[in-house]
């Protein structure tokens, strides 16, 4: 069983375009969530996350709304760029109840075309 | 600045031989440090956690192993490698001390099991 969820394994953007990703998750102890870019080759840069005290976290370009009820979440990339081009993953973690495990979704693949 | 090194950058070793992967974290006292694999084209699992020198906690059986010797330092290792194996080896850090769920990744040791 999947804890944490990424329903689309790729998406195809326009450059300009807002790309949105989603994620959703099961374990209601999640309470830190983080998205990840990953280039082919390297490992995953912490790109944005929060915390599920918080129903949005903005920083730049990109932004997390997070809905506890319904547990999911979404990553918006606003002004998408070919350089955005990468795999994302969104995770999860119960650090609050005493967890070290950082769980990883499937990964969204984005492309953004010129 | 805090720096994480993963050495080697790739191996290609036989079915059957020994492996030994390491990592280095430089510029933070006292890190949580982690394992993850990484099959091709897929999500990263978390394998093991180390929240102390010479301690570490096994999230998933691998046929493999990991030790912290150093402080800054963080080995996987297996006497045995096997085909299930071949795949992108990612080491973690996060703050020290509990609940610290922010990880940031290092650049990955890609292994071809044959």
């Known amino acids: 069983q999947q804890q944490v969820r990424q329903s689309s394994q790729s998406l195809t953007v326009w450059e300009g375009e807002t790309a949105i990703l989603n994620c959703s998750y099961e374990?209601?102890?999640?309470?830190?969530f983080p998205w990840y870019q990953q280039f082919p080759g390297e490992g995953p840069a912490l790109l944005i996350a929060?915390?599920?005290?918080?129903d949005k976290k903005e920083d730049g370009r990109f932004t997390i709304f997070f809905n506890k009820r319904e547990k999911n979440l979404s990553l918006h990339i606003k002004d998408s760029q070919p350089g955005d081009s990468a795999t994302y993953f969104c995770?999860?973690?119960?650090?609050?109840?005493?967890?070290?495990?950082?769980?990883f979704g499937s990964g969204t693949q984005l492309t953004v075309m010129p | 600045a805090q720096t994480i090194h993963q050495w080697p950058v790739a191996e290609i070793k036989a079915v059957g031989s020994p492996l030994s992967l390491g990592c280095t974290i430089k510029?933070?006292?006292?890190?949580?440090l982690y394992w993850y694999w990484q099959a091709t084209g897929g999500t990263l699992q978390q394998l093991f956690y180390?929240?102390?020198?010479?301690?570490v906690e096994s999230v998933v059986q691998l046929n493999l192993s990991a030790s912290r010797p150093k402080d800054d330092q963080f080995i996987l290792s297996t006497e045995k490698l096997l085909l299930s194996h071949s795949g992108f080896y990612l080491c973690?850090?996060?703050?020290?001390?509990?609940?610290?769920?922010?990880?940031?990744f290092g650049p990955g040791t890609r292994l071809l099991v044959l």
């Open positions: 510029g933070k006292s006292s890190p949580n």
């Open positions: 374990n209601s102890a999640f309470d830190y």
């Open positions: 995770a999860a973690s119960a650090g609050a109840s005493g967890s070290w495990q950082l769980i």
């Open positions: 973690a850090w996060s703050l020290g001390g509990a609940h610290q769920d922010t990880q940031y």
């Open positions: 180390s929240i102390t020198v010479g301690q």
């Open positions: 929060i915390r599920s005290v918080s």
